[in-house]
């Protein structure tokens, strides 16, 4: 089956600390995403990385910065947190060797909540 | 920003269908209707997709209107289990990134 796995469901950090989120896909794929969900917001893309070490931004990437080291971890990183970083924080991945597919597998869901 | 627009929210009742609406009036040639679901407490679930032709899947059904401004997804025997927020998304066939938007929540009621 394939999995899209995130460090932690829930965490609590305090404003200022560096935060780390967790990323694994055991499906061995090239594209792995960062969003974060609000209610009446939706979801929105904060960074994605179509390959190893490689990089680009979301629509909200302020605040925000990420690392690919390795082609099934993807992590998002909080420099400094601040309360407004409370939210949902979704991965997801997919391949485009799929083609046309397009389909993006989800990680379960991190509840971070700044204090 | 969405180039979609879904109701926000819709009722329907255990076994019957459930036909949801999508209106993606700026639709350009080479862009693609995807459905996702996202059930409560989980990331969200690819469902369909299509481009021009009508499709089917084991999960639902996508209808896509000939002009392609509009689409709507059926749930053909609505259970309890498919209360959910859907996401109609439009992209370009193999696109990294989808724009999600507020999408409509479902409540299939007994």
């Known amino acids: 089956d394939v999995k899209v796995t995130q460090s932690s469901r829930y965490l609590v950090k305090r404003t200022g600390e560096k935060v780390f989120l967790e990323c694994v896909q055991d499906?061995?794929?090239?594209?792995m995403f960062w969003y974060r969900q609000d209610p009446g917001l939706g979801l929105r893309l904060i960074y994605f990385s179509y390959d190893v070490k490689m990089k680009e931004k979301g629509d909200i990437p302020e605040g925000y910065s990420v690392s690919r080291e390795k082609k099934e971890r993807f992590s998002l990183i909080l420099e400094s947190a601040s309360t407004n970083q409370t939210s949902m924080y979704l991965c997801a991945s997919s391949s485009p060797g799929t083609g046309l597919y397009n389909e993006q597998f989800f990680g379960p869901g991190t509840r971070l909540t700044v204090l | 920003d969405a180039k979609t627009t879904q109701p926000p929210s819709m009722d329907c009742a255990e076994g019957r269908a459930a036909n949801l609406p999508c209106n993606h009036s700026?639709?350009?040639?080479?862009?693609?209707v995807y459905w996702y679901r996202q059930i409560h407490s989980q990331g969200p679930q690819y469902i369909i997709h299509g481009l021009k032709n009508n499709e089917t899947n084991e999960m639902a059904s996508l209808i896509i209107t000939e002009d392609r401004k509009s689409s709507t997804l059926i749930l053909p025997h609505a259970t309890l289990r498919d209360t959910a927020v859907y996401y109609c998304i439009v992209a370009q066939g193999g696109s990294e990134k989808l724009v999600f938007g507020k999408g409509t929540k479902l409540t299939v009621n007994p």
């Open positions: 499906m061995d794929h090239e594209n």
């Open positions: 700026t639709i350009s040639g080479n862009e693609y």
